[in-house]
């Protein structure tokens, strides 16, 4: 198993679904860890859950939209925890739901405003210190709606492909600083977002039936992974859980 010991790993979206999945396989690999959400009591309560087990955990609801109070909580995670190492920027929202002529574009900024702005908001924080340090790394969670339009997705798709040119843009600016940086997909999984999904009936993956979805401890597994030493070599790349070499590196059966 990845050992994460004496690291301290940031979750941003922590109160459930992947992110909640990915703190708890952090913590379980050693790092202490901050969950943020703006679910105050659903993050109080998995901290404490990692807290009464054999790990170390805090919670600082914020909303990832909100970037001067983002920046208030990288400073209170660092003070009680110390400086931070890795950064899984992993909050994220789907709606608007709709054809792009009939959504409405403060709904539209307001996805990209938490999907990519709470990204570079929370990368922001942690940056000055990780590159003092030349060490850190830093995963931001993306979508196959990076790549390809979905029926009724125009904003979560546009959020999330400028989310990847994100990830570029931060890897190109910090390779050859110490920085590991990764944009990954974590597939088709079961959580809330997917509950959302199925409830519009529209597009593909509404068609989806829950027993085709990944558990989130699938990609919970693949990012502590890649928080790891052993992932040196991928680092700057966008990664899927759809590529099997990926998959058995992370110690997870191809699916
Ligand atoms: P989820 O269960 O809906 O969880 C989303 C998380 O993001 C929650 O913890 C939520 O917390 C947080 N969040 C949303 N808006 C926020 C805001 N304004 N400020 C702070 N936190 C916010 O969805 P999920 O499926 O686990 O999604 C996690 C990530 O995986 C997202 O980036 C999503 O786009 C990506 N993803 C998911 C799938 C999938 O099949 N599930 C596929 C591809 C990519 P609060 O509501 O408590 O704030």
Not at 91 to 115: C, D, K, S, W
Not at 166 to 179: D, E, I, K, M, P
Request: proline fraction near 4%.
């Amino acid at each position: 198993m990845t050992d994460l010991s004496g690291r301290v790993a940031l979750v941003t979206g922590a109160s459930r679904g992947i992110g909640a999945a990915t703190a708890r396989r952090l913590a379980a690999a050693g790092a202490a860890v901050a969950l943020t959400a703006r679910s105050g009591e659903a993050i109080q309560q998995i901290a404490g859950e990692i807290n009464a087990g054999a790990g170390r955990a805090a919670a600082f609801a914020c909303d990832v939209g909100d970037f001067a109070a983002v920046q208030a909580t990288v400073a209170a995670c660092t003070s009680e925890l110390g400086p931070i190492d890795i950064l899984i920027n992993n909050a994220g929202m789907l709606e608007p739901i709709g054809a792009p002529h009939e959504i409405n574009p403060e709904a539209f900024m307001a996805n990209l405003r938490v999907n990519v702005g709470g990204a570079l908001a929370f990368a922001q924080g942690v940056l000055p210190g990780m590159l003092e340090r030349r060490a850190g790394t830093l995963v931001n969670i993306s979508s196959g709606a990076a790549h390809s339009p979905l029926e009724g997705w125009a904003a979560y798709c546009t959020a999330k492909a400028a989310l990847h040119m994100l990830t570029r843009s931060l890897a190109h600016a910090y390779a050859g600083h110490g920085l590991r940086i990764y944009g990954f997909g974590p597939g088709v999984v079961d959580t809330r977002m997917q509950e959302v999904i199925r409830g519009s009936g529209i597009g593909p993956v509404a068609k989806l039936k829950r027993s085709d979805l990944a558990p989130v401890e699938h990609p919970a597994q693949v990012i502590a992974f890649l928080c790891s030493e052993a992932a040196a070599d991928l680092a700057g790349q966008e990664l899927s859980i759809r590529d099997p070499d990926l998959m058995r590196r992370a110690g997870l059966e191809a699916a």
